[in-house]
C-alpha cells in the first residue's frame, strides 16, 4: 500500500495502523506464549511419572539424550490442547477484535 501512487495522501494513516498493528501483534504473541508457558510448565513441573521414566534412563548408556528428547517430546504429544485454546482464546479473540476496531476507528476518523 505504501508504493500505490493513489494511496500517497494517506501515507501517515497507514504509517499510524503500521505502527499499531508492529506493536499490538507482538503484544499478542507474547501474551499467547506466556500463557502457554504458565499452562505447560505447571504440568511438566508436577508430572512426576515423566520424570521418573526420565530418571531410569540415565545409566542405560550411549543414547541418553535422544530417550530423553523422545520422553519429552511424547509428553508433549498427549496434551489437551483444546482445553488450552478453550481456556485462552476468548482472551486472545478479545485482543485481536480490540486490534482490529483500534485500526477501523483510525480508517473511520480519516
Do not use: C, P
Not at 74 to 100: A, I, P, V
Amino acid at each position: 500500500m505504501f508504493q500505490q501512487q493513489d494511496l500517497y495522501s494517506q501515507k501517515s494513516l497507514l504509517n499510524s495502523i503500521q505502527n499499531i498493528l508492529d506493536k499490538r501483534v507482538e503484544n499478542i504473541y507474547q501474551e499467547a506464549y506466556n500463557r502457554g508457558k504458565k499452562d505447560f510448565f505447571k504440568s511438566l513441573f508436577n508430572d512426576y511419572r515423566l520424570w521418573s521414566d526420565m530418571k531410569e534412563e540415565w545409566g542405560k548408556g550411549t543414547g541418553y539424550k535422544k530417550r530423553i528428547v523422545i520422553h519429552t517430546e511424547g509428553w508433549f504429544l498427549n496434551q489437551n490442547y483444546h482445553y488450552f485454546d478453550r481456556k485462552n482464546s476468548q482472551e486472545l479473540n478479545l485482543m485481536w477484535k480490540e486490534l482490529l476496531n483500534e485500526i477501523n476507528n483510525l480508517i473511520t476518523d480519516n
